[in-house]
């Protein structure tokens, strides 16, 4: 990459920050870091009413990128944070496992007050661990949702040429990789959209190369199909139509073995319909969230 290319994406990512700043105000989130079993993990916490919801993200993902979907979801309370190494949480060294991450995710919850029940939601990668959450902790989910993701290491892939560039974290470090690759790795919205992608990359924060192979390391070992058919609360399911890293046919597969699994297809929507079209997402999980828990949902 020439001298003046590398300026220019370092101005950008200055501005970036801005940007950034910008959309936590807008989303009404309070900022702060917490030690939860000797790690620290820095956090958004955007009151509400009702049941809050713990929001599971992506690999390498910082919490900034799911502030349009907290926008949208207007009143519920909502916890964000970063794994160690995203964002501005801290590196920190364990053997990687969801199993651990959720340890993290629920004591994180409990540092901030939120003791009793709670939803839980994850996209892509942090579908897999709200997953392992709502196993692990089934006393305290009340709901769960699954965007975008999948059972686990034992799935049906996606396409090789999307998988290939998921490998390494080049998409958050240059915003030229990300408007060239952005509709090959995620599909859907970014298809003949280069400015979604840069609008997209601008939000983004680069994780350490340690962080991102300790989450490979965890979601490779990781497979709930063994036991999905025991977690027992009411889950919805949704995958976009046109998402090439996570083919839609694994969403059907999840809710098709939660006991209390629904569906719903984003019709056009890649792998970051939640980013790409959020108010659409807030409606849908709006409508599952109030509805009777008590009532069975049938899957769609």
């Given at each position: 990459?020439?001298?003046?290319?590398?300026?220019?994406e370092?101005?950008?990512?200055?501005?970036?920050?801005?940007?950034q700043?910008?959309?936590?105000?807008?989303?009404?989130?309070?900022?702060?870091?917490?030690?939860?079993?000797?790690?620290?993990?820095?956090?958004?916490?955007?009151?509400?009413?009702?049941?809050?919801?713990?929001?599971?993200?992506?690999?390498?993902?910082?919490?900034e990128?799911?502030?349009?979907?907290?926008r949208?979801?207007?009143?519920?309370?909502?916890?964000?944070?970063?794994?160690?190494?995203?964002?501005?949480?801290?590196?920190?060294?364990?053997?990687?496992?969801?199993k651990?991450?959720?340890?993290?995710?629920?004591?994180?919850?409990?540092?901030?007050?939120?003791?009793?029940?709670?939803?839980?939601a994850?996209?892509?990668?942090?579908?897999?661990?709200?997953?392992?959450?709502?196993?692990?902790?089934?006393?305290?989910?009340?709901?769960?949702?699954?965007?975008?993701?999948?059972a686990?290491?034992?799935?049906?892939?996606?396409?090789?040429?999307a998988l290939?560039?998921?490998?390494?974290?080049?998409?958050?470090l240059?915003?030229?990789?990300?408007?060239?690759h952005?509709?090959t790795?995620?599909?859907?919205?970014?298809r003949?959209?280069?400015?979604h992608?840069i609008?997209?990359?601008?939000?983004?924060?680069?994780?350490?190369?340690?962080?991102?192979?300790?989450?490979?390391?965890?979601?490779?070992?990781?497979?709930?199909?063994?036991?999905?058919?025991?977690?027992?609360?009411?889950?919805?399911?949704?995958?976009?139509?046109?998402?090439?890293?996570?083919?839609?046919?694994?969403?059907?597969?999840?809710?098709?073995?939660?006991?209390?699994?629904?569906?719903?297809?984003?019709?056009?929507?890649?792998?970051?319909?939640?980013?790409?079209?959020p108010?659409?997402?807030?409606?849908?999980?709006?409508?599952?969230?109030?509805?009777?828990?008590i009532?069975?949902?049938?899957?769609?």
């Open positions: 990459m020439s001298l003046s290319r590398r300026l220019d370092a101005r950008a990512w200055g501005s970036s920050r801005e940007r700043r910008s959309a936590l105000d807008e989303a009404g989130v309070r900022i702060d870091h917490a030690t939860v079993h000797g790690i620290q993990l820095r956090y958004a916490w955007r009151p509400g009413t009702g049941t809050p919801l713990l929001f599971c993200n992506g690999i390498g993902a910082n919490f990128l799911v502030l349009p979907l907290v949208a979801l207007k009143d519920v309370p909502v916890l964000l944070f970063d794994v160690p190494g995203t964002g501005g949480s801290p590196p920190a060294w364990f053997w990687p496992s969801l651990r991450y959720a340890h993290l995710a629920v004591g994180l919850l409990d540092a901030v007050g939120q003791h009793g029940k709670f939803d839980v994850g996209v892509s990668w942090g579908g897999g661990l709200a997953q392992r959450v709502a196993y692990d902790h089934a006393y305290r989910v009340r709901r769960l949702i699954l965007m975008a993701t999948s686990g290491a034992v799935m049906v892939p996606g396409k090789m040429s290939i560039r998921m490998t390494t974290p080049q998409r958050y240059s915003r030229t990789y990300m408007a060239r952005a509709a790795i995620y599909g859907g919205e970014m003949g959209r280069p400015d992608a609008e997209f990359a601008g939000m983004t924060r680069p994780p350490s190369t340690r962080t991102y192979l300790q989450q490979l390391t965890a979601i490779a070992t990781f497979s709930s199909l063994p036991w999905l058919h025991r977690v027992e609360c009411p889950a919805l399911v949704m995958t976009g139509d046109d998402d090439p890293l996570v083919r839609p046919v694994n969403a059907y597969i999840l809710a098709g073995l939660l006991p209390r699994g629904r569906l719903h297809v984003i019709r056009g929507g890649g792998h970051l319909f939640l980013s790409l079209q108010e659409l997402c807030a409606e849908v999980m709006h409508d599952f969230l109030r509805t009777d828990p009532r069975h949902t049938p899957t769609d």
